[in-house]
Nanobody, 124 residues
Framework: QVQLVESGGGLVQAGGSLRLSCAAS????????MGWFRQAPGKERAFVAG????????YYADSVKGRFTISRDNAKNTVYLQMNNLKPEDTAVYYC?????????????????WGQGTQVTVSS
């Protein structure tokens, strides 16, 4: 089993920044990838960013390219999401996820474990 614990959410004004963290514990080797998804009220959960654990290749949703950066710390089994120039439409619950099988990075079905989520609210 893998436990994922997110932190770093909060309330920020438009144009501001936040950094989300996701610490993994339990089975923390041989991950294929880790990712961030978000779910806004009344909408489906959507891909935000992902990173392959080996090699560090990153993937982003078009809506966050140039504003968000995903990174990892292998030694700490932690993945980060640096969010800059936040917009009100970024308001959502953000979920961390971990994949332990080969395959894609941008779809929910690629991931095996999920965190509880952290709220990000961007005021205009």
């Amino acid at each position: 089993q893998v436990q994922l614990v997110e932190s770093g959410g909060g309330l920020v004004q438009a144009g501001g920044s936040l950094r989300l963290s996701c610490a993994a514990s339990g089975r923390t080797f041989s991950q294929n990838a880790m990712g961030w998804f978000r779910q806004a009220p009344g909408k489906e959960r959507a891909f935000v960013a992902g990173i392959r654990w080996s090699g560090g290749t990153t993937y982003y949703a078009d809506s966050v390219k140039g504003r968000f950066t995903i990174s990892r710390d292998n030694a700490k089994n932690t993945v980060y999401l640096q969010m800059n120039n936040l917009k009100p439409e970024d308001t959502a619950v953000y979920y961390c996820s971990a994949s332990y099988r080969p395959g894609g990075v941008t779809t929910q079905g690629s991931y095996d474990y999920w965190g509880q989520g952290t709220q990000v609210t961007v005021s205009s």
